[in-house]
């Protein structure tokens, strides 16, 4: 069974410092995997997907890289703005007898953006 | 363009009674429909794939019975909660995915507002 875990669980830094979130999960044999934002008490906005052939994927001053036969992803965030707090949640798919489509997510990681 | 929409946003009941949850793709054609159920510090949790015109498939220790799902268009899923308890009480999320022009999917599920359930 594919488990998700995301570290820290909760993170707090001033603005403008550049951080990362880690992921990891169990089962190496993913299909893809996508770091999503959820806003307090809101649905889910897809920031990053990245595919199991890639190594990376870029969106403004997001970055995710992806290590698959490690079972690892960081998103790294550059130049932290208030903006951006948020709980940040990273998800995949895939894995062996899993379909394509049904998304394992972590818990989270809880992020504060202090101005 | 990809937005998905859900109908309660917050609904408080009484235990015992029923309560049907709407998920509109507004802008596209959805195939498939996800539902899942959020606890609090919880991992967002698959409940049931929902496909038009079939029944949805339903993940391990979900009742089917409980939560009955309809997907009736293309553009519209429910979801059911019958004869809700305290412990069903959640944040309920829907997701769909894009029917191309080829008839393949993209691998993006739009994710809808959620819905809060609060069962008295």
């Known amino acids: 069974k594919q488990e998700v875990t995301q570290i820290p669980a909760a993170l707090s830094v001033p603005e403008g410092e550049n951080l990362v979130l880690n992921c990891s999960f169990t089962d190496s044999a993913i299909y893809n995997l996508q770091w999503f934002r959820q806003d307090p008490g809101k649905g889910l906005t897809s920031l990053l997907l990245i595919q199991s052939s890639q190594r990376e994927q870029t969106s403004g001053r997001l970055n995710a890289s992806l290590d698959k036969s490690s079972g690892r992803s960081t998103l790294y965030i550059a130049a932290s703005q208030p903006g951006d707090s948020a709980t940040y949640l990273c998800a995949v798919t895939g894995g062996s007898g899993g379909s394509n489509y049904k998304l394992t997510f972590g818990k989270g990681t809880l992020l504060t953006v202090n101005p | 363009g990809a937005v998905v929409s859900q109908h309660p946003s917050r609904v408080i009941c009484k235990s015992g009674t029923s309560v049907k949850i709407e998920c509109r793709s507004l802008d596209f054609q959805a195939t498939t429909m996800f539902w899942y159920r959020q606890f609090p510090k919880q991992s967002l949790m698959l409940m049931a794939t929902?496909?038009?015109?079939?029944?949805?498939?339903?993940e391990q220790g979900v009742e089917k019975d409980k939560f009955l799902i309809n997907h009736a268009s293309l553009t519209l899923s429910t979801l059911t909660v019958t004869s809700a308890h305290p412990e069903d009480s959640s944040f309920y999320i829907c997701?769909?995915?894009?029917?191309?022009?080829?008839?393949?999917?993209?691998?993006?599920?739009?994710f809808g507002p959620g819905t809060r359930l609060t069962v008295l």
């Open positions: 997701s769909a995915t894009i029917l191309g022009l080829a008839g393949a999917y993209t691998d993006t599920q739009y």
């Open positions: 929902s496909n038009e015109g079939s029944k949805a498939t339903y």
